[in-house]
């Protein structure tokens, strides 16, 4: 579920179903089948995890 999203920015945060309440962060240039302006508070999306080198972490 979207948790946040910043169009001006082009990043936010989701949320995973599974409870463990860590939002992940999200960027644009990671979406694939909608744009940043469908990303509404609420939506409920579905996604892939990544590993990001750079910062060390999944999201």
Request: aromatic share 10%.
């Amino acid at each position: 579920m979207v948790v946040s999203y910043n169009v001006e920015k082009g990043w936010g945060f989701i949320r995973p179903d599974d409870g463990n309440g860590k939002d992940l962060f999200v960027h644009i240039s990671g979406l694939c089948d909608c744009e940043g302006a469908d990303l509404v508070p609420g939506t409920r999306v579905t996604f892939d995890l990544r590993f990001c080198h750079r910062a060390g972490s999944v999201g």
